[in-house]
């Protein structure tokens, strides 16, 4: 009989001490932390945060965009990050004022984690400015439902519920 060499051997003690699921999740690990693509886009997104706290929103704009488009042809993606970047690039889009476009970009983020608040806010500003009351006060509601604390959605409702009233008093 010949003996297993002692490799073998330690592999097959490591992987029957191991669960099957803990297993699998290492490997899935494993596999996203040598993933090419998954490399690029944390550094795509480090790099756009970057851009976009120094106020350089153009670049910091097409960093996003190259994040998205790598996260969403990547096997794996962090759906959070994912969500983050569609935020920050619709805020990029609300200072230069295409209030249409931030709203998409608002609204994928929401899709992607519907328990992110902030694009609920930022959404809502926007629907306030356009006089979207009611659409703005639901997006505000939302933004407080997920988080209670959120001041800035506190008072953005409580403004938002007293325009609302002036615009039906003046007939609009």
């Known amino acids: 009989m010949q003996e297993a060499p002692v490799q073998q051997v330690a592999q097959f003690v490591e992987a029957a001490a191991t669960p099957p699921a803990l297993r699998e999740s290492g490997r899935a690990q494993l596999e996203l932390m040598e993933d090419p693509l998954l490399k690029e886009s944390t550094a795509l997104l480090s790099e756009a945060h970057e851009e976009f706290n120094s ?77 979207f009351f009611q659409d703005a006060e639901s997006d505000f509601r939302k933004a407080l439902e997920i988080n209670a604390n959120f001041e800035d959605a506190k008072q953005s409702l409580h403004q938002t519920m007293v325009d609302r009233e002036e615009k039906l008093k003046r007939g609009y």
């Open 55 to 131: 106020g350089r929103y153009k670049r910091a704009e097409e960093l996003y965009t190259e994040f998205i488009s790598t996260c969403t042809t990547a096997r794996e993606c962090d759906h959070n990050e994912l969500a983050i970047a569609y935020n920050n690039r619709g805020q990029v889009k609300y200072f230069r004022v295409d209030f249409y476009e931030a709203m998409d970009d608002y609204s994928e983020a929401i899709k992607i984690n519907s328990q992110f608040e902030v694009p609920y806010y930022n959404r809502g500003l926007i629907r306030y400015r356009l006089g």
